[in-house]
C-alpha cells in the first residue's frame, strides 16, 4: 500500500516535489478517530515519543526525590536547541544528582540554534553533551538510575533497568508487546522500538485520557503534560514549530517532534493523540503536516498560518514557492 501525499512544494505555481506519509488519531481505548495512509505499518518514533519516555522519571519518585520542576520535566520530553537556557538548566540539574555532563552518554554535535552555534565557534569553543538536543532526556534516565542505586554507566543499553523502564512504559501506553519489537539505535544512543502509528497514536491519548491507569502515572502524565504547556521553550526552542504551537494554543495541544519526519500531539481537553510518518523523513513536511493535521481538528490555527502554508524563499531572500499539505 503506498501511502498518500500528504504535502506538497510548489515554486512558482507548479508542484515541485511531493511528501508522502501517514496519519492517525486515537482516542486512549484505541479506537482510530481518523487514519490516513498506512497506520499499522512500524515506524520508529524515535524523539517524538519522549514524554512516554518521562513517565519513569515521574512516577519513580526521582522527580520528587530532587525537586524536579516544570523545567527539568519539559526538559526531560525535550529536543532542544541547545541555548544558553537549555544548556544552563540541564548542567545545574546534573549538579543536583551529583553528576556533570561528563557522564552523559548522548553525544555531542553543534547546538541547533543557528546563533548559538556561531557564537560558540567564534569564541574558539566546541560543542559538548550538554548541547545534545537529547541531553535533558538523558539526565531524566541519569536521575532515575541514581534514585534506584543503578550504575549509571551504560544507562542507554537495551538491558539497563532504565530503558526496560522506559520499554515497559512504551507497552503499556501504547497497548503493543515492545520487547518483541524490531529495535534500533536512535541517533543520541538509547533504544528505539518500531510501533505501529495508530499505537504510538494511542500512546498520546493515553497522556490525555488516563482513564484506568494506575495513580503514579495519572499524576506522572499530568505534570509531564502541565510542565510542556508551562514550558515550550524548554522542549523545543527559539522561534521553533512546536514551542510556537504550545504558546499560542495554551493547554490545548502538546506537540512533539522526532527525527525522520516523525511527529506526535496530544490533545489534552478532547483525549486524543496523533501521529505521523512522513515516508521519506523530511522534517519540512512533517511540520507542515502536522498543522494542517490540527487544524483538520478544529483547533484554531490563528496567528500560525505560517506553518500551514510556509513560504520558500531562494539564497537572495525572494519568495519562489510555498509549502501546503494536501491531506484528503
Given at each position: 500500500m503506498e501511502n498518500p501525499v500528504l504535502v506538497e512544494i510548489l515554486r512558482g505555481n507548479t508542484v515541485e516535489s511531493r511528501h508522502r506519509g501517514a496519519i492517525a488519531v486515537s482516542d486512549a481505548t484505541g479506537k482510530l478517530v481518523d487514519a490516513v495512509g498506512d497506520v499499522e505499518r512500524p515506524v520508529f518514533p524515535r524523539s517524538a515519543v519522549k514524554p512516554i519516555q518521562a513517565l519513569p522519571l515521574v512516577e519513580s519518585g526521582a522527580a520528587e526525590r530532587f525537586r524536579l520542576g516544570p523545567k527539568e520535566i519539559a526538559l526531560a520530553c525535550a529536543s532542544h536547541h541547545g541555548e544558553k537556557a537549555h544548556t544552563t538548566a540541564v548542567a545545574a540539574w546534573l549538579e543536583r544528582i551529583g553528576l556533570s555532563e561528563r557522564d552523559l552518554e548522548c553525544g555531542a554535535h553543534l547546538p541547533y540554534d543557528t546563533a548559538t552555534a556561531h557564537a560558540l565557534l567564534r569564541a574558539g569553543g566546541s560543542p559538548c553533551p550538554l548541547h545534545s538536543n537529547c541531553?535533558?532526556?538523558?539526565?531524566?534516565?541519569?536521575?532515575?538510575?541514581?534514585?534506584?542505586?543503578?550504575?549509571?554507566?551504560?544507562?542507554?543499553?537495551?538491558?539497563?533497568?532504565?530503558?526496560?523502564?522506559?520499554?515497559?512504559?512504551?507497552?503499556?501506553?501504547?497497548?503493543?508487546?515492545?520487547?518483541?519489537?524490531?529495535?534500533?539505535?536512535?541517533?543520541?544512543?538509547?533504544?528505539?522500538?518500531?510501533?505501529?502509528?495508530?499505537?504510538?497514536?494511542?500512546?498520546?491519548?493515553?497522556?490525555?485520557?488516563?482513564?484506568?491507569?494506575?495513580?503514579?502515572?495519572?499524576?506522572?502524565?499530568?505534570?509531564?503534560?502541565?510542565?510542556?504547556?508551562?514550558?515550550?521553550?524548554?522542549?523545543?526552542?527559539?522561534?521553533?514549530?512546536?514551542?510556537?504551537?504550545?504558546?499560542?494554543?495554551?493547554?490545548?495541544?502538546?506537540?512533539?517532534?522526532?527525527?525522520?519526519?516523525?511527529?506526535?500531539?496530544i490533545l489534552p481537553k478532547r483525549g486524543l493523540g496523533v501521529a505521523l510518518k512522513i515516508d521519506d523523513g523530511a522534517g519540512r513536511a512533517s511540520e507542515v503536516a502536522m498543522a494542517s493535521v490540527l487544524e483538520r481538528l478544529g483547533i484554531n490555527m490563528s496567528g500560525l498560518e505560517h506553518y500551514l502554508r510556509p513560504v520558500v524563499r531562494n539564497v537572495a531572500g525572494r519568495e519562489v514557492g510555498m509549502i501546503r499539505g494536501v491531506i484528503s
Open positions: 541531553s535533558g532526556k538523558h539526565s531524566g534516565f541519569l536521575t532515575t538510575a541514581v534514585h534506584k542505586g543503578e550504575r549509571t554507566r551504560g544507562y542507554i543499553d537495551y538491558e539497563h533497568p532504565v530503558q526496560r523502564r522506559v520499554t515497559d512504559a512504551l507497552s503499556e501506553m501504547c497497548g503493543i508487546d515492545a520487547p518483541r519489537a524490531p529495535w534500533g539505535i536512535d541517533g543520541c544512543g538509547i533504544p528505539t522500538i518500531a510501533l505501529p502509528l495508530r499505537a504510538i497514536a494511542r500512546g498520546m491519548a493515553r497522556m490525555a485520557d488516563t482513564t484506568g491507569l494506575p495513580p503514579e502515572r495519572v499524576e506522572a502524565a499530568r505534570r509531564i503534560r502541565e510542565a510542556m504547556a508551562a514550558e515550550p521553550l524548554m522542549v523545543d526552542g527559539t522561534g521553533g514549530f512546536a514551542t510556537e504551537v504550545m504558546k499560542a494554543v495554551g493547554r490545548d495541544v502538546l506537540v512533539k517532534p522526532g527525527a525522520e519526519g516523525i511527529f506526535c500531539a
